[in-house]
């Protein structure tokens, strides 16, 4: 089982940027779907971005789109989220996930980077 470790989350000020990262141990890192989620208090995890192994495909939630960009660095076994134009609502916990089989189930996750904007 892959483990997953995020970092670069902090305190920012709205309009500006964050580059989240996340490194990955365990498995075959280049073969996986990789994946970042969002969750804020009393709200259900929502998709972010996710990046194919090759990172020839993408997609973004219609929030975030034109905002943030997903990519991947697989000789580090590393998957980035470069956050831009930040909102307050852009405010919560990152996390990473992984879908190592393949079935568009995430069954690797990290335990979640702080993101928070100030307005």
């Known amino acids: 089982q892959v483990q997953l470790a995020e970092s670069g989350g902090g305190l920012v000020q709205a309009g500006g940027s964050l580059r989240l990262s996340c490194a990955a141990s365990?498995?075959?890192?280049?073969?996986?779907?990789m994946a970042w989620f969002r969750q804020t208090p009393g709200k259900q995890r929502e998709f972010v971005a996710r990046i194919s192994g090759s990172s020839y495909t993408s997609a973004y939630a219609d929030s975030v789109k034109g905002r943030f960009t997903i990519s991947r660095d697989n000789a580090k076994n590393t998957v980035f989220l470069q956050l831009n134009s930040l909102r307050a609502e852009d405010t919560a916990v990152y996390y990473c996930?992984?879908?190592?089989?393949?079935?568009?189930?995430?069954?690797?996750w990290g335990q979640g980077t702080q993101v928070t904007v100030s307005s």
């Open positions: 365990g498995g075959t890192f280049s073969r996986y779907v």
């Open positions: 996930a992984a879908d190592t089989r393949l079935t568009r189930n995430y069954d690797s």
